[in-house]
């Protein structure tokens, strides 16, 4: 018989900076109400801003790769009547469980070639991998999901609290972590890459929560890594980058992904009504984490181009060798003519790009992006980016010493398009306390006009969404 393969150790949280610092896990659920609020909130405020992110419970086996590994927690607050509350609540998978109960890590990181066996968890846990539904938190058709990279979504409450996993009644096997919610029609659109073929597919949600689209497939001819994606109103628009996952390699002791820039950049036009061929234009290669939006506009000649604002790398920092480098950028697609032109509102390199996202799919004006100023680690950002596409200028606010992760529009109540403020959580390098801004959209360079005091340290984490309350559809 053949023995079980060696446990690897868990990993050392005080040699990962990932796992310290800002980014430290906290431990236990808490609420609280009443909190202290400095300056003013916006008038009529009324919603939950909701954030996910990684907060391991135990140190994973063998590795931990930000912002790929960890376990989901969700911290939220709560906007009513001028005052505000907290709460924070785990993401609770079957294996998490297991994990809980065992009182210590039985799952690796993905990048270690290690799944426990029956000796260790479950026979129907055995062998399998982890979910990790720690990267977004999306509200939809009455439904709030927790998000993992392909995995199914966690359903949770309202409050936070763990339902379980959700498949759309067994249509859809998993979904990617930024599905696009259109604003006019209540559709959720999204895709899934696999490591088995079809390698990547797509599907549309109905404003009603059931599915209406798919899934279908795109031909892809490798398993592809893509972690984000845009729509407008008639397509899908997939940046294909040459990521490519290497399991031979990953066995034999190599990464798991493999960065092939000889390949290029494959951009896939597809139509969201399913009728008609996917366009393929194809460029140099780079690596895109987040888009901001893309729209349609009619060319001069009558032709239509696609729009996509976003931010973009020279290559991920998961894969391939060498310097990085970044920039905040535009590409403008020609469907016709099958050609892309990419230019740069910024050179600096700029993270979690955002809009006002009641214009997804449509014209926008403004987004914003995450930045660093001075000499900080990897992952940690300081510095907010707000682009005027009308005329290419670029404002900045700096935070100094207090770090944040994405930045999220929140409409003001009763206003105009674009109007509003944005908002995030932040930690301080130093003292490790949390708070709670908000700037003012169209005067970011002034900081702050109002400042929740969290009583609790907030981990820096990943992506999260403004939900406004029923009463105030904004």
């Given at each position: 018989m053949t023995p079980p393969p060696a446990v690897p150790p868990p990993v050392d949280p005080a040699a990962v900076p990932a796992l310290s610092g800002v980014f430290a896990p906290v431990s236990g659920e808490r609420d609280a109400d009443h909190l202290t609020v400095e300056g003013e909130l916006p008038v009529g405020l009324s919603g939950a801003f909701l954030r996910n992110g990684?907060?391991?419970?135990?140190?994973?086996?063998?590795?931990?790769?930000?912002?790929?590994?960890?376990?989901?927690?969700?911290?939220?607050?709560?906007?009513?009547?001028?005052?505000v509350r907290y709460r924070n609540r785990t993401v609770w998978t079957p294996q998490?469980?297991?994990?809980?109960?065992?009182?210590?890590?039985?799952?690796?990181?993905?990048?270690?070639?290690?799944?426990?066996?029956?000796?260790?968890?479950?026979?129907?846990?055995?062998?399998?991998?982890?979910?990790?539904?720690?990267?977004?938190?999306?509200?939809?058709a009455g439904r709030y999901l927790a998000l993992a990279e392909v995995d199914p979504p966690v359903e949770v409450t309202a409050e936070l609290d763990t339902v379980g996993p959700y498949d759309f009644g067994g249509t859809i096997p998993g979904m990617c972590a930024h599905p696009r919610i259109d604003p006019v029609t209540g559709e959720m659109v999204l895709f899934r890459y696999d490591i088995e073929a079809p390698f990547l597919t797509w599907s549309v949600v109905g404003a009603d929560g059931a599915v209406s689209a798919g899934p279908r497939s795109v031909d892809v001819d490798l398993p592809t890594?893509?972690?984000?994606?845009?729509?407008?109103?008639?397509?899908?628009?997939?940046?294909?980058?040459?990521?490519?996952?290497?399991?031979e390699a990953l066995l034999s002791g190599g990464g798991m992904l493999s960065?092939?820039?000889?390949q290029g950049m494959?951009?896939?036009?597809?139509?969201?009504?399913?009728?008609?061929?996917?366009?393929?234009?194809?460029?140099?290669?780079?690596?895109?984490?987040?888009?901001?939006?893309?729209?349609?506009?009619?060319?001069?000649?009558?032709?239509?181009?696609?729009?996509?604002?976003?931010?973009?790398?020279?290559?991920?920092?998961?894969a391939g060798v060498g310097p990085i480098t970044g920039?905040?950028?535009?590409?403008?697609?020609?469907?016709?003519?099958?050609?892309?032109?990419?230019?740069?509102?910024?050179?600096?390199?700029?993270?979690?790009?955002?809009?006002?996202?009641?214009?997804?799919?449509?014209?926008?004006?403004?987004?914003?992006?995450?930045?660093?100023?001075?000499?900080?680690?990897?992952?940690?950002?300081?510095?907010l980016v707000r682009v005027d596409t009308?005329?290419?200028?670029?404002?900045?606010?700096?935070?100094?010493?207090?770090?944040?992760?994405?930045?999220v529009f929140v409409p003001a109540p009763g206003g105009g398009v674009e109007e509003g403020t944005y908002v995030t959580f932040r930690t301080h390098r130093s003292t490790l306390e949390s708070d709670f801004v908000f700037l003012e959209a169209s005067d970011i360079a002034?900081?702050?006009?109002?400042?929740?005091?969290?009583?609790?340290?907030?981990?820096?984490?990943?992506?999260?969404?403004?939900?406004?309350?029923?009463?105030?559809?904004?």
């Open positions: 990684p907060n391991p419970l135990f140190p994973p086996l063998g590795s931990y790769t930000y912002p790929l590994d960890g376990d989901g927690m969700i911290h939220g607050l709560w906007f009513a009547d001028g005052a998490l469980e297991v994990e809980r109960d065992a009182g210590q890590a039985r799952w690796a990181g993905l990048m270690t070639p290690y799944l426990p066996g029956p000796d260790l968890v479950p026979a129907a846990l055995a062998n399998q991998y982890k979910p990790l539904p720690d990267i977004n938190i999306v509200r939809h890594m893509i972690h984000d994606f845009t729509i407008t109103p008639s397509y899908l628009i997939l940046f294909v980058g040459p990521l490519v996952f290497d399991f960065w092939r820039p000889e494959r951009i896939a036009v597809v139509p969201r009504d399913g009728v008609g061929p996917v366009r393929w234009i194809h460029t140099e290669a780079f690596w895109v984490w987040h888009f901001a939006n893309a729209f349609e506009r009619i060319t001069p000649t009558g032709g239509t181009e696609v729009v996509v604002d976003y931010t973009e790398w020279s290559r991920p920092g998961l920039a905040v950028s535009r590409a403008v697609l020609d469907l016709a003519a099958a050609t892309v032109v990419i230019d740069h509102f910024d050179d600096q390199p700029a993270e979690f790009s955002r809009i006002d996202d009641r214009l997804t799919g449509r014209p926008h004006r403004f987004f914003v992006a995450t930045g660093k100023t001075g000499d900080l680690p990897v992952g940690e950002q300081n510095t009308r005329d290419s200028s670029v404002e900045r606010w700096v935070s100094g010493e207090w770090v944040f992760d994405e930045v002034a900081g702050p006009v109002a400042r929740v005091r969290l009583p609790f340290r907030v981990p820096a984490g990943l992506h999260g969404n403004w939900m406004p309350s029923e009463e105030d559809p904004t």
